[in-house]
């Protein structure tokens, strides 16, 4: 494999996933490279997602649905609620963006180290922003702050961190901000590897409770975009007038349809990231590497090495995720997925002789 290096483009991009950039300033095909820096199931998108896109091709002379009401119909009876309290987006990111351009707050609440987009389409929507650091959730901080916001955003489990507010403490969070009628935004873009913690149902019946859902992590329906929010009917309302139509795609659509019926993926992934993760914190452990407790399909490390750990793994052609520009968290943290063995395993052989070298 050619030698990589260093790329302005993935300097200037925030976030892991960019494999192109990389394939296309090193030379090096993108199947040839191995991304751990997006966390994306191994297992790939589910063979009905596969087959429906096939199907789909035939459709795409035509409009898709404008609003998308066929996949919110779908979502709805797959989660057991009503189609008015589902809005599809373009990933969850459009909806990130859509929900402070829709409800207009005058100040956003965000516990940092987080997903940056949230502050960013804050300001762009002209709030303030007041954040709470902490590399663990400081949830009486968070319930003493929320009362002088409008409204919030928390990831749950959290990204980059991988950790899981309990239930009882988000319904706590949920039901202050009723009563702060503040609006919540709770993104489970990685719940479906904690399904317990998620508060999908409550969102329906709490007005200020807005929880996001991504296709992109468990469903690896990354390129087609594909996330949705679930609120109560006139929250969904609100949000509905200032959405733009036409976001979700004819293909999207049809993958996102055929993913979710698809109960025996959902189990297989689940017993996987179970396995490789057991395999992982064995071999972290081992190797001495110090790492957070995670309840997604990523791991958070710490090491004074960070940047030349990066850099040389870089260089045998494994992406990871720097995340020295998360706010809140500073130098010395890398962010890396859990993929299948034969990855996994390679991923630690290079860890190990990263380590042996700096002795």
């Known amino acids: 494999m050619r030698r990589l290096t260093r790329s302005k483009g993935l300097k200037r991009f925030e976030h892991g996933g960019d494999v192109f950039c990389a394939s296309r300033n090193t030379g090096v095909p993108v199947k040839r490279i191995m991304d751990f820096s997006a966390s994306i199931n191994p297992l790939g998108m589910t063979k009905k997602a596969e087959l429906a896109l096939k199907r789909g091709f035939k459709k795409l002379s035509h409009y898709p649905e404008p609003f998308s009401p066929t996949l919110s119909k ?76 409008d409204m919030a955003f928390l990831c749950n489990p959290n990204n980059p961190t991988g950790e899981l507010i309990e239930r009882k403490q988000a319904l706590e969070i949920a039901e202050e901000a009723r009563r702060n009628k503040c609006f919540l935004t709770l993104d489970e873009a990685f719940i479906d590897f904690a399904p317990d913690g998620s508060l999908i149902h409550e ?91 995670t309840e ?30 998360f706010k809140g968290l500073g130098r010395g943290y890398l962010r890396f997925a859990v993929r299948g063995r034969r990855e996994n395993a390679r991923l630690i052989a290079e860890m190990r002789a990263f380590l042996a070298r700096q002795k």
């Open 74 to 149: 779908k979502i709805s009876e797959h989660l057991r609620i009503p189609p008015e309290c589902v809005i599809p987006g373009n990933g969850s990111t459009e909806l990130i963006y859509l929900i402070p351009r829709a409800l207009r707050p005058r100040s956003v609440l965000i516990h940092e180290p987080t997903f940056s987009e949230y502050e960013r389409a804050a300001r762009l929507s002209g709030a303030k922003i007041k954040n709470i650091n902490g590399l663990s959730f400081k949830g009486k901080d968070f319930l003493k702050a929320l009362k002088r916001a």
């Open 203 to 293: 969102a329906m019946r709490n007005p200020y409770l807005i929880v996001l859902r991504s296709m992109t992590k468990f469903y690896a329906l990354t390129g087609l975009r594909i996330g949705y929010a679930v609120c109560a009917p006139e929250t969904a309302q609100r949000l509905m007038q200032v959405k733009e139509p036409w976001s979700v795609n004819t293909l999207g659509a049809l993958a996102a349809s055929a993913s979710i019926k698809d109960k025996q993926f959902t189990e297989r992934t689940r017993a996987l990231i179970k396995k490789e993760k057991a395999f992982i914190e064995r071999e972290l452990k081992k190797a001495g590497v110090r790492f957070l407790p």
């Open 296 to 325: 997604a399909n990523f791991y958070l490390i710490k090491t004074k090495m960070a940047r030349a750990f990066k850099e040389y793994l870089f260089n045998k052609g494994i992406l990871t995720r720097d995340c020295s520009n």
